[in-house]
């Protein structure tokens, strides 16, 4: 059996970055720091794509508490610098700690 789950607990680095499309949806995307148990040891910077946020999500900043649950996928494509690839949470629902669902 596969699964393919991803649930994040962590801070915005940056306050979202949002992009509409002719077709009408919109995206977000969202860089959310995780921290190991001992943050001078690890902590991880994770793109997290959401498409078609609802509108609270403008109002969070740089430093914001949030939780994350999605899938993780690997996108490629090829640019000048030839052929890369990215991996990101896409992400089902982003939660502020003790508020609404964003």
Known sequence: M???IVVLAGKLAV???FRDFESGARLARL???VRSE???VRTDVVPVSLWDPDGKL???QRG???YVAG???RRFWTDGSGKRSRV???AHQVVQPDLAPV
């Open 2 to 4: 596969d699964i393919n």
């Open 71 to 73: 899938t993780l996928q």
């Open 88 to 90: 990101e949470v896409i």
């Open 31 to 33: 860089l959310v720091t």
């Open 15 to 17: 306050a979202p970055e």
């Open 58 to 60: 403008t109002d969070l």
């Open 38 to 40: 001992n943050p001078t």
């Open 64 to 66: 914001d508490s949030v």
